[in-house]
């Protein structure tokens, strides 16, 4: 079996893992919690999105954000269209996330655009901001599974990761949204992506753990080459625009997995466990990661 010696883990929590959160978490316990899990070692985090509070009021703080959080690592922001795009040129942040659902039914009720519309918008986008000097990652979501249409075909996720590449892209991170893939549709669809795309564009999965197949969905695309993984601490999110999406996969659970085949992260298990209980604290939904509950029964955490 050929296995990576290393392996990076991208911090979603901040953004993806509290976007769904019912209650509103405090700008100072988000600005703590981000603290907190820089402590731990990540150098690449996604910290916050530039959309309307309207649609998601959880992140109508991302200036402030942005404003406490921002330093050498590599911290994105997401901008879902040209608004967001606007706004974030008027930060110091060189980082950006966008993003464009494979299904077009998904990506019409999320942004209201077909697929189509949707990448004919950020082309010239994502152009100018190369041309400015940012990473620009774009996130490639229900490559699986759509709730609205189901079954995704995999040659319309190729053509669309590939339009990606065309425009410039330096990360395509491709997303099972709502948990449903299996790890033999995982190593089939990133070996077909290993093979067809370049090996200058960066390549990372992000899968949900919907129905438990998160870590053995990590360990499919490993397999199939892919070294870079989407997580998210205490397994924190859901897709307000997708039915059913549970929360990703949890971020203490894939560094114990991966520490545990000797692929190192540079990644801190305890300080990582303490940004996992701080947040515990301001967010509706029980922390139920198997690394955090094993500290919690161990009496680590009360």
């Known amino acids: 079996m050929e296995l990576p010696e290393r392996a990076s883990i991208i911090e979603v929590g901040p953004r993806d893992g509290l976007q769904n959160e019912r209650n509103f978490v405090e700008t100072a316990a988000k600005i703590e919690f981000i603290k907190k899990l820089k402590k731990a070692g990540f150098q690449e985090m996604e910290l916050t999105s530039f959309v309307s509070p309207k649609w998601v009021p959880q992140m109508k703080d ?4 942005l404003a406490s959080c921002l330093d050498a690592t590599r911290n994105f922001v997401l901008t879902p269209n040209e ?73 319309d996720v190729l053509a669309v990761c590939e339009k990606f590449e065309e425009f410039g892209v330096d990360e395509l991170s491709v997303a099972d949204t709502i948990g449903m893939a299996t790890p033999k549709e995982v190593f089939e669809l990133f070996s077909l992506l290993k093979h067809r ?12 753990d919907t129905r438990g197949l998160g870590l053995a969905n990590i360990f499919s695309a490993l397999q199939a080459g892919v070294n870079r993984f989407d997580a998210s601490a205490g397994g924190l999110g ?21 520490s545990s085949m000797g692929i190192q992260t540079g990644i801190q298990m305890e300080p990582l466990l303490e940004a996992v ?19 919690r029964n161990a009496g680590i955490f009360s």
């Open 197 to 208: 795309l370049r090996s200058a564009t960066l390549l990372t999965a992000h899968f949900h």
């Open 238 to 258: 859901g897709c307000p625009f997708a039915p059913g999406a549970s929360g990703n996969v949890a971020t203490e659970d894939v560094l114990h997995m991966l």
């Open 62 to 65: 991302s200036e402030e954000i």
């Open 277 to 295: 209980d701080y947040i515990s604290r301001h967010v509706a939904k029980p922390i139920e990661s198997r690394q955090y509950r094993l500290a």
């Open 83 to 155: 608004r967001g795009i606007q706004r974030l040129l008027e930060t110091s942040c060189r980082n950006t996330a966008v993003f464009v659902g494979v299904s077009d039914t998904f990506n019409q009720k999320n942004i209201n655009k077909t697929t189509a519309e949707s990448l004919d918008e950020l082309k010239p986008l994502i152009r100018d901001l190369k041309n400015k000097g940012y990473f620009v990652r774009a996130c490639i979501s229900t490559a699986f599974y759509c709730p609205y249409e189901g079954k995704v075909d995999e040659q």
